[in-house]
T-cell receptor, first 113, second 111 residues
Framework: NAGVTQTPKFQVLKTGQSMTLQCAQDMNHEYMSWYRQDPGMGLRLIHYSVGAGITDQGEVPNGYNVSRSTTEDFPLRLLSAAPSQTSVYFC????????????FGSGTQLSVL | DQQVKQNSPSLSVQEGRISILNCDYTNSMFDYFLWYKKYPAEGPTFLISISSIKDKNEDGRFTVFLNKSAKHLSLHIVPSQPGDSAVYFCAASADNNDMRFGAGTRLTVKP
């Protein structure tokens, strides 16, 4: 039981490039989400999904795209990377609406030059 | 707008003493509160939580107190241990989809 797995752990992009951050969970959790962590800002919600085929925007969704085709996977796409997207990204999941304890992946450190 | 605030970026305590981490929130609709602990290069891990119908929840050395009228919660660690040195995040949710986090407090426990 691996929990929440994120890949890659580190990534450097040039401004304007696109890429996908991968997230997979093996706990059969309905709810999955993406956060970014910036100094002095805490963790801010980017997008979330309450089940396969259902996604919604969080606090800071601009510049990011998500899809949820399976229960297990929730990739985050950067459409055209900008230096302001330099951050640490965390994927998280929880069982369902009733249980609010989030399980986090180990993070992806992204630098946009 | 930052609806969850941790005003102390850092806290240093001596091993064996009490650590008190504070958190304030502005949204009166928040009804569930959590504390997460984060070590470097790892994701946050759940520590303890409290529902708004309670004012205290205890788990071993960790106790969370909630003061709804003041919109304030605190995490007490007694006794503090060097392994408790980490960044602690306070989180709150008003419904089941949107969880807001504070900026974190870095706790250092000195031997």
């Amino acid at each position: 039981n691996a929990g929440v797995t994120q890949t890659p752990k580190f990534q450097v992009l040039k401004t304007g490039q696109s890429m996908t951050l991968q997230c997979a969970q093996d706990m059969n959790h309905e709810y999955m989400s993406w956060y970014r962590q910036d100094p002095g800002m805490g963790l801010r919600l980017i997008h979330y999904s309450v089940g396969a085929g259902i996604t919604d925007q969080g606090e800071v969704p601009n510049g990011y795209n998500v899809s949820r085709s399976t229960t297990e996977d929730f990739p985050l796409r950067l459409l055209s990377a900008a230096p302001s997207q330099t951050s640490v990204y965390f994927c998280a999941s929880r069982k369902d609406r009733g249980r609010r304890k989030l399980f986090f992946g180990s993070g992806t450190q992204l630098s946009v030059l | 707008d930052q609806q969850v605030k941790q005003n102390s970026p850092s806290l240093s305590v001596q091993e064996g003493r009490i650590s008190i981490l504070n958190c304030d929130y502005t949204n009166s609709m928040f009804d569930y509160f959590l504390w997460y602990k984060k070590y470097p290069a790892e994701g946050p891990t759940f520590l303890i939580s409290i529902s708004s119908i309670k004012d205290k929840n205890e788990d071993g050395r960790f106790t969370v107190f909630l003061n709804k009228s003041a919109k304030h919660l605190s995490l007490h660690i007694v006794p503090s241990q060097p392994g408790d040195s980490a960044v602690y995040f306070c989180a709150a949710s008003a419904d089941n989809n949107d969880m807001r986090f504070g900026a974190g407090t870095r706790l250092t426990v000195k031997p």
